[in-house]
């Protein structure tokens, strides 16, 4: 029959959709992977050292 042919290309239609819709809400966000300042390791080795 021709209906199942049909079927299953709108199934893979409608998953490629969700895919691509799901790419467009994730956005990247950079501020989350930036860093936020000095770490530990600064602040050990400027332990001493006055401002």
Request: proline fraction near 8%.
């Amino acid at each position: 029959m021709l209906v199942m042919p049909l079927l299953r290309r709108l199934a893979e239609i409608v998953i490629h959709w969700h895919s691509l819709v799901d790419l467009a809400r994730n956005r990247y966000r950079p501020e989350l992977h930036y860093m936020r300042g000095p770490g530990p390791k600064w602040h050990a080795k400027h332990q001493g050292h006055s401002a």
